[in-house]
């Protein structure tokens, strides 16, 4: 089993930076492809990014692609979240998944708790 917890939100302004990180523990962790998912008052929670198992292969969906980077780091069992550029349609509660497979059918078996990003224009 994965527990995962995110953490590094918060309010930044349009345009700054933040980084998200999400601790895992287990011993698996390293078996399991992680991504970020995040969900906007009011719509679906909706895929971010995800890196493989061994850090090798990135996903991201369009509208955060040359902005947002996703990595990992096996020894500290933490995958991160750049977050560069932000705008205001970026808000929302950002979540830590854990899966078996790679995108598009990246289907988490694990989830972290949630960590809110507030981008003010």
């Known amino acids: 089993q994965v527990q995962l917890v995110e953490s590094g939100g918060g309010l930044v302004q349009a345009g700054g930076s933040l980084r998200l990180s999400c601790a895992a523990s287990g011993r698996t962790f390293r078996s399991y492809h992680m991504g970020w998912l995040r969900q906007a008052p009011g719509k679906e929670r909706e895929f971010v990014a995800a890196?493989?198992?061994?850090?090798?292969?990135?996903y991201y969906t369009d509208s955060v692609k040359g902005r947002f980077t996703i990595s990992r780091d096996n020894a500290k069992n933490t995958v991160y979240l750049q977050m560069n550029s932000l705008k205001p349609e970026d808000t929302a509660v950002y979540f830590c998944?854990?899966?078996?497979?790679?995108?598009?059918?990246?289907?988490?078996?694990?989830w972290g708790q949630g960590t809110q990003v507030t981008v003010s224009s």
């Open positions: 890196i493989s198992w061994i850090g090798d292969s990135t």
């Open positions: 998944a854990a899966g078996r497979n790679l995108p598009p059918y990246f289907d988490p078996d694990y």
